[in-house]
Structure formats: C-alpha cells, structure tokens
C-alpha cells in the first residue's frame, strides 16, 4: 500500500476537496483503485495523471458528461482523436485571452494617460498613421437620431468581428467649425488592424493639435474653436478632420456623463 493514498491524501496531493473524487467517483471518471473490506478508498499515484487530464479538459471546457463518455470508450484511437480536438480548443482560447491581454493593456494605457494629462490646455503631439473602420453620418444633431448611429456603426464592426479598447469615435469636418461653428459628425469611426473592409480610411501621420475636455459634450464646440484658432495663430493650416473620443468614460467616471473628451486635429 505504500504507493496508494488514502482519499484524503490523494485530495490534498490534487489540491482539491474530499467531495470532488466523491463526485468523480459517482460518475465514472475516476473511481479508487482500491476499496478495501473495511471500505477505505485508496487511490493510486498513477492517477494522479488520469486527474491532470481531467482537469485540463474541465478547463478547456469539456462537460463532465462528456468526460465520462470517453473514459467509457477510452482507447489509443480515441484518445488522439480527443487530444486533437483539445488542442484546437486550447489555440482558440490562446487567441483569445491574447485579445483580452492586448485590449486590457491598451485599454490601461488610454486611461492612465488621460489622467495625468493637463485637462482644457492645447498639446501639441505627433500621432502616428492610424487605420479606421468609418461609416457617414448625414443625420441631425439630436441625440437620438446620433445613438441610432453610433448603434448601426456598433453593429456593423461587430459583424465585421472589429473590437477596439478606443472604443467609437467621431470625425467633424473642419470646415463646419470654421464657417458655420456648426459641431456636426459627418462620419464614426473604429480603430482597426484589417486593411481591406469596407468602410477603410487611414488617418494621416503628422503633428496634431490635442485638447482633454472634463466637461462632457457641454463646451465641446468651445474646444474644437479654440484649436481652429490656435492653428491659425501659429500660421498653421488645419486638416479636413476633427478627431474626438472618449479618453475617460462611464467605465471610469463616477455618473455616466462625466466623460473626458480627446480632439485632435492634424496642422500642417
């Protein structure tokens, strides 16, 4: 008996409670190795593999049911055909905590910049080449008719499997500011790394006037003027677009509307 354990010890060597080989057993995936005459169970460091296995295929989500209808036809066969199934399940999970890595990562980077940043001063900073996925914008300027837009934008980069930490911004022609001090999106935008959508555009690389407004949508036009003006101050010609989004959002702000906005608008 020296090379069996006791149910107790085998749990402990798992890092798992009692209860669970009671459950294993019930089930048929991992029953004792030995149940001796005065009923102690005994368990062999042999399965401490059989256990592993278990578990990895748990965490890659396999039912326990279905656990347990392969060890009813367990085989050489059916175990390749298994770990081959496992590992296209185990690169599909990599891909995506890879995604989640990258997105929560990106996403830190945004908000620790927005918060140290000097809020309702003028910046001046190089941005590099950027790809959009945009969709146009003709409606009002009512907030209804601009959430319905902003919903069919959210949903056409899902269907096109786009996500970004930026989340969705909004292009204002320069133009409307400067003649009509008109704040109107003429297009959304998500940032992307596919080339050959639909709905693609590349913001320029260049030098950029930047401007964190903590008052919401509020002064908005303010902000965008106060960047217009400065680029003519400094004999600069501004580029067609305004670039807006959100550096601080709900997920960050105490009251859902105390949002942190980021204009950018390129000079040349």
């Known amino acids: ?7 107790g010890e085998f749990a402990k060597l798992c890092r798992v409670k009692k209860q669970t080989l009671f459950h294993y057993d019930d089930i048929g995936i991992l029953s004792p190795d030995i149940v001796a005459r005065n009923g102690y169970r005994y368990y062999s460091y042999k399965q401490l593999e059989t256990f592993y296995m278990i ?4 965490e890659l989500d396999m039912p326990l049911k279905e656990i347990r209808e392969y060890m009813d036809k367990r085989s050489p066969e059916n175990f390749v055909r298994l770990l081959e199934s496992q590992a296209v399940k185990a690169e599909d999970s990599i891909r995506k905590l890879q995604y989640m ?4 990562n990106k996403k830190l980077q945004i908000t620790k910049e927005a918060i140290v940043i000097e809020k309702e001063k003028i910046h001046i900073e190089e941005q590099p080449k950027e790809h959009f996925i945009i969709t ?3 409606g009002s300027n009512e907030d209804e008719d601009i959430d319905k837009a902003i919903t069919r934008h959210f949903n056409y980069c899902k269907e096109l499997g786009i996500q970004s930490a930026y989340g969705i911004g909004g292009m204002i022609e ?7 001090n008109e704040y109107r999106y003429a297009y959304f935008y998500t940032r992307t790394e596919k080339l050959s959508v639909p709905g693609f555009f590349s913001k320029p690389r260049g030098e950029y006037l ?3 407004d903590p008052n919401g ?3 908005i036009e303010e902000a965008a003027a106060k960047l217009i003006s400065y680029a003519k101050e400094k004999g600069s010609r501004a580029g067609k677009y ?4 959100l550096a601080l959002d709900g997920l960050s702000s105490k009251r859902l509307y105390d949002y942190t906005i980021k204009l950018s608008l390129q000079i040349k």
């Open 136 to 138: 146009e914008y003709s």
């Open 55 to 58: 578990v990895t295929l748990k």
């Open 217 to 219: 949508y509020s002064k």
């Open 174 to 180: 320069t133009e409307n500011i400067r003649r009509k």
């Open 101 to 104: 890595r990258s997105y929560i």
């Open 242 to 245: 305004f670039y807006e989004e």
């Open 210 to 212: 930047t401007y964190y």
């Open 1 to 7: 008996m020296r090379d069996h354990f006791t149910t």
